[in-house]
């Protein structure tokens, strides 16, 4: 089983769509966790830090369930800007070694159409 | 603004040559690592540093080192490239907050694509 798992899409939705993506881990002692977007033959940038209570950052939202290991990020109104792959990325667990790395999805790709 | 610079975005070198790749950071942070990615593979760690003089092997250091002689260079060396090392290269830099020991998250340079021929 991978440590972060994500569904590849791709994902086509209209402009002005709702979209939900999901990512479970394996690590339970994993303590970070984070989205980040990767355009494409750019490097991946931080979307969001995703907190135990759910957090929001204008049209983005991110939710963790650490019961079910289960992290989700909600794009409201999708622009095409929002064109990008989404990657879900965990701490690797306690301990000062698996603190500092990051685990990393492969990503979902998100392509926005007018 | 937060920086990681990568010294080149491009790079083809042939079979056999020592290749040097470096990276600078300007935010202080404790924590560079090297990543390499292919479509499919998703990003691989390669190596990374918690200090000065500290490094750790990552999932597939096979066929490379690192040297981190000051905080803010990180440098990833091909001892003698081979074709199967053509990709994308990442650095990134880290640091840990005080408070439980939460990571924030890296910020990345913006790459180095590698052709080997």
């Known amino acids: 089983r991978k440590e972060v798992e994500q569904d590849p899409g791709p994902f086509n939705v209209p402009e002005g769509a709702t979209v939900a993506f999901n990512c479970t881990y394996s690590?339970?002692?994993?303590?970070?966790f984070f989205w980040y977007r990767q355009d494409c033959r750019k490097e991946p940038k931080l979307l969001m830090s995703v907190y135990s209570s759910g957090n929001e950052d204008g049209r983005f939202t991110a939710q963790l369930n650490r019961a079910s290991q289960y992290i989700s990020l909600l794009i409201r109104d999708s622009k095409l800007s929002d064109s990008a792959t989404y990657l879900c990325v965990v701490n690797g667990g306690i301990g000062a070694g698996n603190n500092r790395k990051l685990i990393w999805g492969l990503g979902t790709s998100l392509a926005v159409n007018p | 603004d937060v920086k990681v610079t990568q010294s080149s975005r491009y790079l083809v070198k042939r079979t056999g040559e020592k290749v040097f790749l470096e990276c600078v950071q300007d935010?202080?942070?404790?924590?560079m690592f090297w990543y390499r990615q292919d479509p499919g593979l998703g990003l691989r760690l390669i190596y990374f540093?918690?200090?000065?003089?500290?490094?750790e092997k990552g999932d597939i250091p096979e066929g490379y080192s690192v040297s981190r002689e000051k905080k803010e260079r990180f440098s990833l060396i091909l001892e003698s490239a081979s074709t199967n090392q053509t990709s994308m290269y990442l650095c990134?830099?880290?640091?840990?907050?005080?408070?439980?020991?939460?990571?924030?998250?890296?910020?990345f340079g913006s790459g180095t694509r590698l052709t080997v021929v």
């Open positions: 935010m202080d942070h404790e924590n």
């Open positions: 990134a830099s880290s640091s840990i907050l005080p408070d439980r020991g939460r990571n924030y998250g890296y910020t």
């Open positions: 690590n339970s002692a994993s303590q970070s």
């Open positions: 540093s918690y200090d000065v003089k500290m490094k």
